[in-house]
């Protein structure tokens, strides 16, 4: 498929998805936050890939941010349908079953660092610059972006970030939490990628397992009762997949497992 403002690349099972907007520091539109949430949804239904990295094209921008010239409803008293808009996409990014890898090549702003908090991971450049600047705007970031903030990095950071508007590098994104890793530019591809075949590497059952039961966790308190048979039955399913014979085959034949994901 053919998207406006997104490109897709393919390597070994890895699914990498390029915010193309060079001309605007990839920052989004309502479009590209729809092509966005399409393409992760049909990648997690793909089967040949394993894991989605996303990140912006161009060398110097992730991404800007959403585009405030689209903002219809700034000063209107209310907020829009962006907010909706965004929300709704990464709500559905964070159903996606495969992992999902932001690599952050450069300058993110504002709903693009939201757009962080919806990854399982997060790989920075060194040059990177993040900020958040609704404050420095007069508007407010959503309560279900700001939890989320909260979760990674504590609610001093969160308010530090959220209440100055003020740029960090990726040095202290790595600090508070924000990142998981910062490498040199020149091979955050290589060390995003290498980490994803790691992913790849591992049986597929227990990957999505394992990010299930984390982020119902993480969702609340604790699991309801339905959640929690939900999970017993994942557990129950994984335990007795052909994956889990084939590891435990594989140590005692002191050799590389083979997964298939059955």
């Given at each position: 498929?053919t998207?406006?403002?997104?490109?897709?690349?393919?390597?070994?099972?890895i699914?990498?998805l390029l915010?193309?907007r060079?001309d605007?520091?990839?920052?989004?539109?309502?479009?590209?936050l729809?092509e966005?949430?399409?393409a992760?949804?049909a990648?997690d239904r793909?089967?040949?890939t394993?894991?989605v990295?996303?990140?912006?094209?161009?060398?110097?921008s992730?991404?800007?941010g959403?585009d405030i010239?689209?903002?219809?409803s700034?000063?209107?008293?209310?907020?829009g349908?962006?907010?909706?808009?965004?929300?709704?996409?990464?709500?559905?990014?964070?159903?996606?079953?495969k992992?999902?890898i932001?690599?952050?090549?450069?300058?993110?702003?504002?709903?693009?660092?939201?757009?962080?908090?919806?990854?399982?991971?997060r790989?920075?450049?060194?040059?990177?610059?993040?900020?958040?600047?609704?404050?420095?705007l007069?508007i407010?970031?959503?309560?279900e972006?700001?939890r989320?903030?909260i979760?990674l990095?504590?609610p001093a950071?969160?308010?530090?970030?959220f209440?100055?508007?003020?740029?960090?590098t990726a040095?202290?994104?790595?600090a508070?939490?924000?990142?998981?890793?910062?490498?040199?530019?020149?091979?955050?591809?290589?060390?995003?990628?290498?980490?994803?075949?790691?992913?790849i590497?591992?049986?597929?059952l227990?990957?999505?397992?394992a990010?299930?039961?984390?982020?119902?966790?993480?969702a609340?308190?604790?699991?309801?009762p339905?959640?929690?048979r939900a999970?017993r039955?994942?557990?129950?399913?994984?335990?007795?997949?052909?994956?889990?014979q084939?590891g435990s085959?594989?140590?005692?034949?002191k050799r590389?497992?083979?997964f298939?994901?059955?």
């Amino acid at each position: 498929m053919t998207y406006q403002y997104l490109q897709v690349q393919r390597e070994d099972g890895i699914a990498i998805l390029l915010l193309h907007r060079p001309d605007k520091r990839n920052a989004m539109s309502p479009t590209m936050l729809r092509e966005l949430r399409d393409a992760a949804l049909a990648e997690d239904r793909n089967p040949q890939t394993r894991v989605v990295v996303i990140t912006g094209s161009g060398d110097t921008s992730f991404c800007a941010g959403f585009d405030i010239s689209e903002l219809k409803s700034a000063g209107g008293g209310t907020p829009g349908e962006e907010t909706g808009l965004i929300e709704e996409a990464y709500a559905k990014l964070r159903q996606i079953g495969k992992p999902l890898i932001a690599m952050i090549n450069g300058v993110t702003m504002g709903a693009a660092c939201d757009l962080l908090t919806n990854c399982d991971f997060r790989f920075a450049a060194e040059e990177a610059r993040l900020a958040i600047p609704p404050a420095r705007l007069g508007i407010l970031y959503t309560w279900e972006g700001t939890r989320r903030f909260i979760q990674l990095v504590g609610p001093a950071n969160a308010k530090d970030l959220f209440m100055t508007g003020r740029t960090i590098t990726a040095a202290e994104a790595l600090a508070m939490g924000l990142v998981h890793r910062v490498v040199p530019r020149a091979r955050l591809r290589e060390e995003t990628l290498a980490y994803a075949r790691q992913l790849i590497e591992a049986a597929p059952l227990s990957v999505a397992g394992a990010k299930r039961i984390v982020d119902v966790l993480m969702a609340g308190q604790g699991p309801g009762p339905e959640e929690i048979r939900a999970l017993r039955e994942l557990q129950t399913q994984v335990w007795s997949s052909k994956d889990a014979q084939e590891g435990s085959r594989a140590f005692l034949d002191k050799r590389r497992p083979v997964f298939r994901g059955e």
